[in-house]
């Protein structure tokens, strides 16, 4: 019979790994950072490292449960990945969903291999994305800030243009301010434009060579340009990214959708919880309603687990999710009110007459 802890009922472990091979500060982190993660995510279980030996004590579920993270975390650190706390929480949740599952392999896949570091799925979320994208010619990637889904989508154009699957590369994003506000800052159009669009080339030369950006732009092989510039094309053998599609109007993302032409990819991402247009509805609300059952279009849904900022961005995330929700309630609850209150007037109008 297993021993059982202090009270008897919970069946007690104990575990003893040797890690070999492998830094100790890349498994557990600078500080011991990462091991800090695992602590938190499994508070019952005690975790002791002494040089390359880490024991663990505790119910014997969760012994079992740290033990096979930290096997999996040292996969992947020989896999090459360099860990950080969304690796471990997102392995963690792994593994609680499903014992036989294996986060290194999930995770373990690079899309790039760029100037020594790998862009690859930090989170199931994104790993499932990353997937769509691949699987289908448009892809919505619809999650809060932080979770990746232009980085990555921008990663999987370069990889479909360094494999020759795609013969260009166009980002755009909608300039919401492209009016009378722009008119006042000096120098060009271009030079209006591009403050809006600077996010897509830092990301680019994150990604590629900063000596090759310039010359692909100069030869059109890579296209960074506002929204209003796609009207009147079709769009072949490309791979198209649609940036801040929140900020596009229904028109606008109807005349966008249907720029594509042979041998394309389209991934549209955005945030409908940061809506900047002054008036109007949102081409990215819009569309979810209308498109969401049509083959080979797929909407990605990304939530404050993804996101792979520094940890309290998720926290802001769900605290304004939660705020919205309750102000959404409160404006549903005064309408009904009102509702309420127009139809005792109109009865007591018709009485009176």
Known sequence: MAPTDADGGTPFGEAHLHVDGIAMVRLLGPQDRLLTTIERQYPVVNVHVRGNEIS?????????????????????????????PVEVTTSARILDADASSSPSDLLGQAILQTRGR????????????????????????IGPAG???????????VQALQRKEVERIILTRPAVEAGERLGYLPGTLTDKIDPYLRPLYDALNEMMDPEIVPKLLAAGTIEVAPLAYMRGRTLNNS??????????????????LTRLGFGSKMVITGDITQVDLPTGTSGLQVVTRILDRIDDIHFATLTS?????????????????????????????????????????????????
């Open 56 to 84: 663990l004590s505790g119910p014997a579920d969760d012994v079992e449960a740290v033990r096979r993270l930290i096997e999996e975390l040292q996969q992947m650190v020989r896999n090459g990945q360099n860990l950080s």
């Open 118 to 141: 790998s862009i690859r799925p930090k989170t199931l979320g994104q790993k499932q994305y990353v997937d769509a994208i691949d699987e289908n010619t448009v892809v919505f990637g």
């Open 305 to 353: 687990a993804d996101v792979v900022r520094h940890t309290l961005v998720g926290q802001i995330v769900d605290a304004y999710t939660k705020y919205d929700q309750v102000q959404m309630a409160r404006r549903e609850s005064a309408g009904q009110h009102t509702d309420h209150s127009s139809d005792r007037d109109r009865r007591y109008n018709t009485s009176k007459r």
């Open 147 to 157: 979770t990746g889904k232009t980085y990555l989508a921008m990663a999987k154009a």
């Open 239 to 256: 791979f198209i990214v649609l940036d801040e599609a929140q900020n596009t109007t229904p028109e606008q993302m109807k005349m966008f």
